[in-house]
């Protein structure tokens, strides 16, 4: 794989591009770069997306992304597939799961000869993090669902195909098992992306199913281990740069980009609690640190972006969402997927009172969010495609919401 550093462009500046090798030529790209730190920027329209699934469905999102006037796209993970599991499938992985280099190889092959996914890279830039099925559904860290005594030999060939495939820099080429993803990214003065990796550092799941790793849903009577205060999902490495970034941030819009829905979410009725413990609700110490840091040392206007989940969700983060009347400290946009299926709407509904802090959710269509920014207001528009499995199906706007320049919390618009 090519990775061109171009040095000496114009800040702010829309440029075309290919690639020319031998008697090879590519089509052509268009690119536009970021304005200048601190520069006065009016505007930031871009659109953030997750989780494609090969197999369950066409890439109609990405060809409608493709077409909307953004400044860039964030990517928050599950590029690929290593699996294969769904309803419906409308066309097939290319072999078995991959476990070598060469098989997420072909893997990323089979992704990218979509042409949708192409036009979509090929028209604008890209902010890329991962979540697990870049390497194994659920792993944490160095344990695999099925503990597998040689992940960290899968996870090195797994970063490796990731980094020949992505828009990433020469300092994110992986050394083994290991890789610098996270980082954060400015868009002039009016934002600035702390983009996240909630994979490689984390603490391992507590109380998993018997003889595996990976998430389970659980009752902190049952596993008290939940709550202990040491619990990490970023390490204490990348928490640390996390909290000082936020503090130290002269954007007017803080962007945490990263792989999962925040907010807390009790998963059964009633008067007992369930949590997952593959997503923040697995590390609510961790989350009760990141949130209490943006209430205490206020960065302005934080935003979380996620996906992960395959439903839209937009919730008020709080440093206890236990108590109905905390301050919301931010604002949070969980985007739908590309194409993996979600869980039934029914389902969503009937927790919707034993979690009050949560606006909207929705998980009938797949999709993407658009995100329009100025000084004064963010515009967040839910966008949905019909159905997955048509290539020719259309788009369109499921829900609106707005988030006042100082005001944390997203209001319909």
């Known amino acids: 794989s090519v990775h061109v550093e171009a040095e000496g462009l114009e800040p702010a500046h829309g440029y075309w591009y290919r690639f020319m090798s031998g008697n090879a030529i590519s089509a052509a790209g268009r690119t536009r770069t970021a304005p200048t730190p601190g520069a006065v920027v009016n505007r930031l329209r871009f659109a953030f997306a997750s989780c494609q699934q090969y197999e369950q469905g066409f890439y109609a999102a990405h060809r409608h992304m493709a077409q909307e006037e953004l400044d860039l796209v964030v990517f928050l993970g599950d590029y690929i597939y290593e699996s294969s599991w769904g309803r419906r499938h409308v066309r097939k992985h290319e072999g078995p799961e991959p476990y070598t280099l060469d098989q997420y190889r072909n893997r990323y092959a089979r992704y990218k000869s979509d042409a949708d996914l192409q036009r979509c890279h090929a028209a604008f830039p890209w902010l890329v993090t991962w979540d697990d099925h870049e390497v194994d559904n659920d ?30 820099r020469q300092s994110a080429l992986p050394d083994g098992p290991h890789m610098q993803l996270y980082g954060q990214h400015d868009f002039g003065g009016l934002a600035r992306f702390h983009v996240l990796d909630g994979r490689q550092y984390r603490d391992h799941q507590v109380c998993p199913r018997v003889g595996r790793g990976g998430s389970n849903v659980v009752a902190d009577l049952n596993c008290p281990s939940r709550l202990e205060p040491t619990r990490t999902l970023l390490g204490s490495k990348q928490e640390n740069w996390l909290h000082a970034g936020l503090a130290a941030s002269p954007a007017r819009w803080n962007i945490v980009a990263q792989q999962l829905l925040m907010a807390q979410i009790d998963r059964k009725p009633g008067p007992e609690r369930q949590f997952w413990s593959d997503g923040w609700d697995g590390y609510p110490a961790a989350r009760t640190r990141l949130l209490r840091a943006i209430a205490e040392r206020k960065p302005s206007n934080p935003l979380v972006i996620g996906g992960d989940v395959h439903f839209n969700c937009v919730t008020d983060l709080k440093v206890d969402f236990d108590d109905p009347g905390a301050a919301t400290v931010a604002t949070e946009f969980c985007g739908t997927s590309i194409t993996s299926q979600g869980p039934l709407q029914a389902r969503l509904d009937a927790l919707q009172a034993d979690n009050p802090h949560v606006r909207y959710a929705n998980s009938e269509k797949r999709g993407y969010v658009v995100m329009d920014l100025t000084e004064k207001r963010c515009l967040a528009q839910l966008r949905g495609i019909d159905d997955e499995k048509e290539a020719a199906t259309p788009v369109s706007t499921l829900a609106t919401f707005v988030v006042t320049d100082g005001r944390a919390g997203a209001g319909a618009a």
């Open 139 to 168: 792993y944490a860290n160095d344990r695999s669902e099925d503990l597998d005594p040689n992940f960290l030999a899968r996870r090195a060939a797994a970063y490796q195909a990731y980094w020949e495939h992505m828009p990433l």
